[in-house]
Every structure is written in structure tokens, then in C-alpha cells.
């Protein structure tokens, strides 16, 4: 294990064999990059919804409990194209294939077994909805009552994310990414009192938008004119998959007002934004994951730049060539955090250039879970406070040196005497 150039952690390494402090100056260092992203997977989700008992909606399930036959030829399509990917094929590639089918049969006129497919994603699709939600709310009831459980979801969320938002305003800010339907990144974004930049305007109606306008927010300190600070505490974010607050209307997408955790409804079901969707609109199903892509794209594939995925488990084809694309140049580093093993990293490892000088990963559940990779987060990442850390104790000690020669004087003098 050499942190000078890469690190790698796994099940087969002694965890006793980890030097924490070692890794914790490793990653201080790589989270001090020039720039820095961060894509959380369905991990993070999964680690604060065992602490609550309420986790998160398996992708797993299969897109109808009592499928026809056409819909065992949905599954057996979409079990061939994820093993494509090197993973086991999930409800969104189930959807995918359904959408796919449905689209066939309109073309050939067959509209009875149209309406069955697209009924059948309906369903799945407003089953994984509700169950978002009650993941949410099972978050959200914890926090209303003050429960310790809800105490020690924020204090998970307050230690895995503080170390990456809390980067020099000087250097570019933190873009978080996310695959996640849920809005716990926002959950945890009111706890830290961080201010979110992404791509929708408007208050009443936030409305999607195709700028990419560099926006910030600064300051102007007491007594300054003219030179105006960047203010602390501002993410750049961006949710690759949509959200199921996101809503179709028309050609545009607006941000519902749905509570967090709140009741959902019929309507929402047919107008959620979340990827894959039915929409049949090609030019609506590519604009907002298309822009969404190429915000991923601007922001790591650039020199001195430093990648952070948590709980990703890389099955994500459009995000795997992002990320290979980014490892051709030379600058960057990707960090790897899971608690579970990735088959499909290794299939992305066999299909990419990889270099290991460029990687860290830090795979298993002594150090990829969400409490055991924070232990290894740096506590302070500032460069003021470090720098005026240093320059006090090489201050002190220049005077406890003058004040120790004056003393060392003082005696040599009184014994001549």
C-alpha cells in the first residue's frame, strides 16, 4: 500500500495494517485538488436508511410481480444488456427495455399489448416513487421528533460531507453529483447551511434551464468597495437521473413543491422526471439528461481535477465513459469508496484505460461505509488555519528560543559576577 502514488484497500488487507493517519493525510491532499467533484450512488441512501429502518427502494425488484410473456422477454432483454455492463440488470434497465418494447408494438399497431407494457411501467414506476418517499419520510418523522436516531443521521451526514464542502473559496467549488432520486443530499444541505447551485431558476416555479451562466454568490466584507469575497458554503449540484420533485410540463420541467417525505399522487406518477422515464417525447427525454451529462463532463474531465464517488457501483455506462475519459488526463485522480465488492468496477477496469497511479480505492466494510470512511476524513482542510497554525508554533518557538538565550545570558552573567 504506497499513498505516494495510489491507494488501494481491500477485504484481503488486515484492517489493523491501515494507517489512518497516513490515509487521512492522502486524501487531505487529493480533496485540495485544484478542483473537486463528488458522485454519491445509491450507497449513501442505503447507510442512513439502515440507521432509520427505512431504506431506500431496491432496484432490484422486477418491473411486475406477475409478468406475461411478454414481459419475461422485458426481463430476459434486460438481464442481457446489463450483463453487457459487467452488473446484474436492475429495475431502471427493466424500465428501459419495457419502454423500448412498448415503442416496437406502437409501430406495429398492436395496441393491446402496447397498453399492457406501458401500464406495467406505470406501475413500476409509481411503486419505486412511493417508495422514495417513505424512505424520505422515514428520515423526516425522526428529525420532526428529535429522536437520537435522527441526532446520529445528522451527525453521519455533518462528518462524510464537511471534510469536501469546506474547500478554500479561493480554489473552484465543490460540484456534487448524484444518481439518487431522493433529496437527501438537499436534507443534508439544510443541516450544513450550504446554498446549492444548479441548474433551475425562479422561486414560485423553478424551471430548468439550458444555461450554463457561471452564477456564485459573494460578498462585499464591511469598509471594501469594489472588490467583492465569495461567500463560504456554496456547492455546485447536479442530480444525473432527475428527482421526483422534477415535473414535465409540456416541454419544460419545473421543481414541484412536494414535502420532503410528503404524499405523492396519481398525477406526479405520470410526470415525474426520474431517468429512465415513459415519456415519449425523444427531444424531452434527451434535454434534460443530455444538459445534466454535460455538466459531469465540463467539470472532471480537467487538468488537477479530483473525483470522489461514494456507494457507486458503476453501472452506469454513460458515467463509466465520462470517467474513463477523465483518466486520460494525466492531472486527475479518481477515489473509489464502497462498503460492498464492485464486480462492475472490474468490468469498467477491463474496458478502460486505468491507471493505477491515478486511483485510490478504498473498498470493503472496514473503510466503505459511511461511518468508517469518515474516520479516515481529514477534520480541518483549510489552508488559512493551517498556515496560521504553523506560522503561531514557529513563532512560539522563535520566542521560547530568544527568551531561553536571554535566561542562558542572565545565569552566565550572574556567575561571573
Known sequence: MGVDSSLTWDEETPLASVDHR???????????????????????????????????????????????????NVLSHAESTAKKLGRDSNLEDEIRSAMVLADGLEVLGKAAEERAVRAAIESAMA???????KFEKGIWDEHLNATPTAKKVAHALLRF???????????????????????????????????LIDRFEGQLHPRFTASRINLDLHYSPPGVRGEPRLLDGVVRYSKLHGSIDWQFNG???????????GPNNEEHHRRAVIYPNPAKDVETLAYPYAELFRDLAAAVCRPNTTLVTFGYGFGDSHINRVIGDMLRVPSTHLVVISRDPLVALDAFKDRTLYPEGQTTELIGPGVGGLDEFSTFLP???????????FDYLNRRAKLDEILQQDETVDETRDSKR
Open 22 to 72: 497516513r490515509v487521512e493525510a492522502w486524501l487531505a491532499a487529493l480533496l485540495q485538488s485544484e478542483r473537486l467533484s463528488l458522485l454519491i450512488g445509491n450507497g449513501l441512501s442505503s447507510a442512513v436508511g439502515h440507521m432509520t429502518n427505512s431504506p431506500p427502494p431496491s432496484m432490484q425488484g422486477q418491473i411486475s410481480d406477475s409478468p406475461t410473456d411478454i414481459l419475461d
Open 127 to 133: 411503486a419505486l416513487l412511493e417508495g422514495v418517499l
Open 161 to 195: 460531507l464537511t471534510p469536501f464542502v469546506s474547500r478554500p473559496v479561493q480554489r473552484d467549488r465543490l460540484h456534487m453529483f448524484t444518481t439518487n432520486y431522493d433529496r437527501l443530499l438537499e436534507y443534508a444541505a439544510d443541516l450544513l447551511g450550504l446554498r
Open 251 to 261: 416541454h419544460d420541467i419545473y421543481r414541484a413543491p412536494i414535502p420532503f417525505g
Open 379 to 389: 477534520s480541518l482542510i483549510s489552508d488559512r488555519v493551517l498556515d496560521a497554525q
